[in-house]
């Protein structure tokens, strides 16, 4: 029986009990009559999760002929084994007990959002047996360790283009593995990227400041359609106004919501829109980039954003969390559009900002702002721990100025690290502490297993006594095993067991299947895509973004063509041997699909497999036309034969990008597409270059400049 987060205490019952059998239903649901909101969704949870199996829902009242009741919340009380169960757990709110024994199935929390969670576990357990739907008799007593769980999602490309229904498609998904926390970017910051222009993100509007907007264009070929698109657009959650009804939604299934509005790093728009408030250089100009903190003026114009967020969007759902950023504040190149060389600071040099030092202003900004949002009604407010700590700022004297504020215990820190070593947290300053590791957040280049991060940060979170686990990212189901990690062990730190045990009950359960078959296709994905250096480095310097942040974007993939052409490191050996894991992941993959209880979820694996073999077999094509080109020249079977292996390859990268548009999620697929078109083009190119010069040696020209910018 694998559940998700795995139950603190579960004993299992030698019965099963039975819910359907030859298509019809022997069971029924009971609730009382005036349920609690969270006692309904958790007997809708159930219904849905029956209807789901048999096609049929389960009807209210006494099961028929003898069959199995399944009692919820207030109505499953009296039922002696819940009880005694539930009192094997601690006084949390969100405790359960779940009990399936002879024809009795008890649901009930220690609360109603507890009942909720039992609905959710009692979802997983349903299994099919033949023609029956079952489940296997069970006693548990059932509660979480870290009192918040859940993921942060950046405001980048993908969540910009999430509309309401994808968000609640989300919401769901996080509820059903209990996580009770959301944190949504609503505006950030990042440099100059494509097209020139600077990476900005803003996804609530604010009707009283219509310049604060932040269109995009994303150009990318679509070989579905065989045609470039190029999609012009405002944030949907910006245009269309909704990110209050994603915080009810969220509230209602015991999620909150927390807006995370950065500053004072990944701040340009702002300070671009508005350069009275910006930072100043040593001439007394504004940069697009940082604030001016001695300037009454930027406090005011924060404080009205954050207020119409608070008003218009938490206070009326009941929320009173604000995420207020301060990571990253660092001096950048890529911040000015006219020249992206150039390093920009974003610590204002005016006369008033030169008297104090940067970690002063800071300390007071930190003071400042938590005092208004204390004062607007928000009672917990969390920033990043990374750039205090590096400056030296995490002190004693620093608690103290929190503390004689009145605002220390409405503070939490996040503490943050995506690769080695893992980050500790410091118990020692008496803060309220989260730990935030990263399940997944470039969706648009290789994929990566973050399980080797997000298991020890949890655990050592855990042993420092922290109250919060979620985790960084940019929401894509093929983070699965990413995000199921995280819940398993922000859930249960007590009986869960290692990171390989629960590697293995994923596996079976993901792929359907036990033993070798389940465990070797993951296995042979972690070969590749559970290294933070292989991927983030020699991996995805095959794909296009990390030049965009250079003048290489220009000459991508030529220049990555280069490289492998002289290969001094033996760079193209690691990515055949990438190649040849994830073509073994794959075949064990197909196997899974007709036991795979989610067909959805083993085509976003395999699709992930088929973007890194198309892309080292578009490289090979490209590089072994170059080489056959030094020896031959414009020889026409040499040519005849890399114009073969080019067309192979294209066709291979056309059919992963075909499918991206049926596999992934559609506000994923114009920056997934995007980062593969200028490999896809070059590809085409070459093609027509060889093809031409094959048939018509005066026809060589442009496959002669090819070659010459290749070194060939």
Known sequence: MHIFPQPQKITTLPETLTLAQGGKLCCMLVLARDPDPMEALAAETVSVAIAKATGQRAAWGAAPGGGVTISIGRSAASISAAAERLAETPDSPEAYALVAQGQQIALLGRTPTGTLYAAQTFAQMLRSEGEALVVDGAAIADWPDFRYRGLFVESKWGPDLMGLDDWKELIDYLAALKFNSLGIGVYGCWGVQYDGRRTEFLMVPFPDHPELQTPKTIRYYSAKSGAWKSLTYLPRMFEEDFFGEVVAYARARNIMVRPHFNGPGHTTLIPHTHPEIAAKNAAGQPESYGYCLSNPATYDLLFELWDSIIDRYLLPNGVDWFHMGLDEIWPMAAIDEDAPERVVDPWCKCDLCRERTPNDLLVDYVVRATQHLVAKGMNNITLWNDHLERHGILTPEFVSRLEEAGVKDKVALQ????????????????????????????????????????????????????????????????????????????????????????????????????????????????????????????????????????????????????????????????????????????????????????????????????????????????????????????DKGALESSAGALRRGLAALDGMMARAEEVKRAYLVPQILRDLSPLRSYLAEMLAAIESAAASPEAASALDRLMAELGA
């Open 415 to 634: 503490w943050w690290r995506y690769n080695e070593p893992v980050l500790e947290i410091r118990p020692e300053l008496g803060l309220r502490a989260w730990t935030t590791p990263m399940p997944g957040y470039w969706f648009w280049l290789f994929t990566q297993s973050y399980t080797s991060n997000i298991y020890p940060h949890l655990h050592m979170a855990y042993r420092a006594g922290a109250e919060g686990a979620d985790a960084y990212c940019t929401f894509d189901p093929a983070y699965d095993r990413n995000y199921v990690c995280l819940a398993e062990y922000a859930w249960n730190q007590t009986t869960s067991g290692d990171l390989y045990r629960f590697k293995s009950r994923y596996a079976e359960k993901v792929t359907g299947m036990t033993g070798f078959d389940a465990a070797e296709a993951f296995e042979k994905w972690d070969q590749v895509y559970d290294s933070h250096p292989l991927v983030r480095g020699l991996l995805d310097a095959l794909l296009y973004y990390w030049y965009t942040y250079s003048n290489e974007s220009a000459v991508y993939p030529r220049n990555a063509a280069r490289a492998l052409l002289a290969d001094k490191l033996r760079a193209a050996q690691t990515y055949r041997a990438a190649r040849l894991y994830l073509d073994r992941a794959r075949h064990y993959f197909t196997a899974a699909r007709p036991s795979a209880p989610d067909l959805s979820l083993i085509d976003e694996y395999l699709w992930e497999c088929d973007r890194l073999i198309a892309v080292v077999d578009a490289f090979d094509a490209i590089t072994g036309a170059a080489r056959h080109y030094s020896r031959t020249g414009h």
